[in-house]
């Protein structure tokens, strides 16, 4: 049950910003480079109240436990894209910034795992972020 060099992973599910309550569905991979080092980037797209917004991330995970619960401290890159008019050139801004957080995956089966995250992005308002995601564990194991 610990984290092994060749070890991959899918992930899916909800993002939330906490500071302006805006929704959104992620999807992403995981693969552990080393024992215990992991790079997981994961695409987010954004259901905001007008327009299109949709965020980018490059994650490189530390795991500070194994087992069942494994908890991991994170940082990375990042970009969001913002769109208040879409359909009208030139309209979308790039906002590229930074990352840290930590998270908790949970080994449910074999194949299968629940992983829990909260993370600061660096783009404008520090904007604080809570994911919950469905993994799928697809090999290395």
Known sequence: ????????????????????NDLGAHAGLEYLFVDRF????????????FGRSFN???DLRYYLTEGVSQIYVLG????LWINAQPGL???TLSRAGGNFGLGAFLDVAANFGLNTEFKIQSQNTRQPVLRVGLVFKVGGY
């Open 89 to 91: 050139p030139g309209t």
């Open 56 to 58: 980018l991330n490059m």
């Open 1 to 20: 049950m610990a984290q092994e060099q060749g070890d991959f992973r899918i992930q899916i599910g909800p993002d939330y910003k906490l500071q302006i």
């Open 38 to 49: 992991s790079l997981a980037p994961s695409f987010t797209y954004w259901f905001p109240d």
């Open 76 to 79: 990375g890159y990042n970009n």
